[in-house]
C-alpha cells in the first residue's frame, strides 16, 4: 500500500462514544498533521506532529486527543463529541522540518456526531 | 502571518473554455506556494507548487499558475477545461524556512464544469 491511508473512512457516533481515528503514511514522512473541514470554511489546521513530537496544538478542544507512536502512524481519539464536530478529518504528512515540503493528504475519514 | 484570499467560491465554465481561479496571498517573507484540488469524498491532491525558481509553473492535467509578487498573486489557469476538472480548488501558502511544511489554505474554489 502506498501513501497516505485513513481508517475508517466514514463514522459515525454518538455524543458519549469513544472512537479512534487511524492515519498511517508509507513515504518515510517524519512530519504528521490532523486537519478538520468542515462545509464552508478554510482547512483548519488542528495539530502537528515532527519525529513523533507534537509541535502544533491550534487550540483544539480535549475531546480531540492525538497520539503519534511512530513516525508512520498517527492517531486522533475521540471522546465526548458535540455535534458541531461532524466534519471531514484528513491527515497528511510531509517528510519534516526544514521546508517547504509538500504535504500528502489521505482520503480523510466522513466524521458525524449524533 | 500569512493568509490566503481565493476570490470567488464558485466558478462556472463550459467545456472547453479557459479556467482561471483566483488566488492572492499575504505574507511577511517570500512565500512559497501550492495548488491543491480535491475530488468528491477525497484528500486533497497536490496540482502544483512554487518555491521561488521559474514563476510560471506547470502543474499536473493541463494547469499552470503564474506568481506575480508585484500583485501578491498565484492564479491557477487551463486554457481548455474538461469535464473531470470539476472539483474544489485550493491556494496555500508557507513561508518557507521559517515555517516548516505549516500550511494555510484558502477557503477554496468549486469549479463546476458544464457540457
Known amino acids: 500500500e502506498t501513501g497516505v491511508t485513513q481508517t475508517p473512512r466514514h463514522l459515525v457516533m454518538g455524543m458519549t462514544n469513544k472512537k479512534s481515528l487511524k492515519c498511517e503514511q508509507h513515504?518515510?514522512?517524519?512530519?504528521m498533521y490532523w486537519y478538520k473541514q468542515s462545509a464552508k470554511k478554510p482547512l483548519e489546521l488542528m495539530f502537528v506532529?515532527?519525529?513523533?513530537?507534537?509541535?502544533e496544538n491550534n487550540s483544539v478542544p480535549s475531546r480531540f486527543s492525538p497520539e503519534c507512536p511512530n513516525s508512520s502512524h498517527l492517531f486522533l481519539h475521540l471522546h465526548t463529541l458535540q455535534p458541531e464536530d461532524s466534519a471531514l478529518y484528513l491527515c497528511?504528512?510531509?517528510?519534516?522540518?526544514?521546508?517547504?515540503?509538500?504535504?500528502?493528504f489521505g482520503p480523510g475519514t466522513r466524521l458525524t456526531v449524533l | 502571518a500569512q493568509s490566503v484570499t481565493q476570490l470567488g467560491s464558485h466558478v462556472s465554465v463550459s467545456e472547453g473554455a479557459l479556467v482561471l481561479l483566483r488566488c492572492n496571498y499575504s505574507?511577511?517573507?517570500?512565500?512559497?506556494l501550492f495548488w491543491y484540488v480535491q475530488y468528491p469524498n477525497q484528500g486533497l491532491q497536490l496540482l502544483l507548487k512554487?518555491?521561488?525558481?521559474?514563476?510560471l509553473v506547470k502543474g499536473i492535467n493541463g494547469f499552470e499558475a503564474e506568481f506575480k509578487k508585484s500583485e501578491t498573486s498565484f492564479h491557477l489557469t487551463k486554457p481548455s477545461a474538461h469535464m473531470s476538472d470539476a472539483a474544489e480548488y485550493f491556494c496555500?501558502?508557507?513561508?518557507?524556512?521559517?515555517?516548516?511544511?505549516?500550511?494555510?489554505f484558502g477557503e477554496g474554489t468549486q469549479l463546476t464544469v458544464n457540457p
Open positions: 497528511a504528512s510531509s517528510p519534516g522540518q526544514g521546508g517547504p515540503h509538500t504535504q500528502y
Open positions: 513515504l518515510g514522512h517524519n512530519a
Open positions: 506532529y515532527n519525529f513523533k513530537e507534537q509541535t
Open positions: 505574507s511577511s517573507v517570500p512565500p512559497y
Open positions: 512554487y518555491t521561488s525558481a521559474a514563476t
Open positions: 496555500a501558502v508557507s513561508e518557507g524556512e521559517t515555517s516548516g511544511s505549516r500550511l494555510t
